[in-house]
T-cell receptor, first 114, second 115 residues
Framework: DVKVTQSSRYLVKRTGEKVFLECVQDMDHENMFWYRQDPGLGLRLIYFSYDVKMKEKGDIPEGYSVSREKKERFSLILESASTNQTSMYLC?????????????FGQGTRLTVV | AQKITQTQPGMFVQEKEAVTLDCTYDTSDPSYGLFWYKQPSSGEMIFLIYQGSYDQQNATEGRYSLNFQKARKSANLVISASQLGDSAMYFCAMRDRQAGTALIFGKGTTLSVSS
């Protein structure tokens, strides 16, 4: 079965901390994504990666960076966490770039920055 | 720019009734795919149904069907015979070649099914 696993379900961090959100997929998918979900705003794309060491900015990359050193792992980094980054973070992966390719999601990480 | 619009923040339906969740999209690419996802309160995103822009027939998957009206750029999700377990947030999403690999999502519709 297809599986995308996020390292934490819930996280509480302090303002100014460096935060790492980890995501691993076991499907040999080329593409991986990080979304942020906020009430009334839907899912917004932060960053995505279509290959190892490759990354592209999404709609809201400010305050975030990403790392993809291995195909199966895509990390989201909050360089200096702020309270406005309190949100639900969803990682996803898809097999390739085709328009008919569905994305598979992890269970989400609910991050609270205090 | 690509855009997905879901105009219904919340919908209410009785068990066993059918419900339609609206979705309109905007893209200039003739090749695109439309997706619907369900997100229960537990948070996971569950893929429901897919419609390709060149598909001649409307997609169906069990109790889910997609009312695809290309000229109107709408891709409404129809859930027949609603069940209590259908209560969730529903997201419409699109992928086209301009977006690259990423899915673009709407803001979602919360569906509440009552007995």
């Amino acid at each position: 079965d297809v599986k995308v696993t996020q390292s934490s379900r819930y996280l509480v961090k302090r303002t100014g901390e460096k935060v790492f959100l980890e995501c691993v997929q076991d499907m040999d998918h080329e593409n991986m994504f990080w979304y942020r979900q906020d009430p009334g705003l839907g899912l917004r794309l932060i960053y995505f990666s279509y290959d190892v060491k490759m990354k592209e900015k999404g709609d809201i990359p400010e305050g975030y960076s990403v790392s993809r050193e291995k195909k199966e792992r895509f990390s989201l980094i909050l360089e200096s966490a702020s309270t406005n980054q309190t949100s639900m973070y969803l990682c996803a992966s898809s097999l390739h770039r085709g328009v008919n390719t569905e994305a598979f999601f992890g269970q989400g990480t609910r991050l609270t920055v205090v | 720019a690509q855009k997905i619009t879901q105009t219904q923040p919340g919908m209410f339906v009785q068990e066993k009734e059918a419900v339609t969740l609206d979705c309109t999209y905007d893209t200039s690419d003739p090749s695109y795919g439309l997706f619907w996802y369900k997100q229960p309160s537990s948070g996971e995103m569950i893929f429901l149904i897919y419609q390709g822009s060149y598909d001649q027939q409307n997609a169906t998957e069990g109790r889910y069907s997609l009312n695809f009206q290309k000229a109107r750029k709408s891709a409404n999700l129809v859930i027949s015979a609603s069940q209590l377990g259908d209560s969730a947030m529903y997201f419409c999403a699109m992928r086209d070649r301009q977006a690259g690999t990423a899915l673009i999502f709407g803001k979602g519709t919360t569906l509440s099914v009552s007995s």
